[in-house]
């Protein structure tokens, strides 16, 4: 018997792929997933990004690793949001890592 559910849930995959990970949600999370589909392009969450990064720098502005981790999560975003070249992509990553040591540097100077 175990065997022929499986097999109906592989046939219910294959009609709705969708269903898969769908399974694992509760019922809001259901309601959730299928307004976030309707959603176009990254900008919300670009901004949730930006909320998020600067809620860590108020929080915790000596946890550099975070902050780091969270400007690399941005730098990402936006650049699949424009879809610049990876060497673009690169470059931004870079100034944007340099302009959070800079911060890091003046709120923790390096003679801590």
Request: charged letters at 30%; aromatic letters at 2%; a positive charge.
């Amino acid at each position: 018997m175990a065997a022929l559910g499986g097999r109906v849930a592989i046939v219910k995959l294959r009609r709705n792929p969708k269903a898969f990970y769908a399974q694992s949600l509760t019922e809001a999370e259901r309601e959730s997933l299928k307004a976030a589909r309707k959603l176009d392009g990254l900008e919300e969450e670009i901004a949730m990004l930006r909320v998020r990064l600067l809620s860590a720098l108020r929080e915790r502005p000596e946890d550099l690793q975070l902050l780091i981790a969270g400007v690399g999560m941005l730098v990402r975003a936006v650049a699949t949001q424009y879809r610049l070249s990876p060497k673009a992509s690169k470059d931004l990553a870079n100034k944007m890592q340099a302009a959070l040591n800079a911060l890091g540097d003046q709120l923790l100077p390096p003679d801590r």
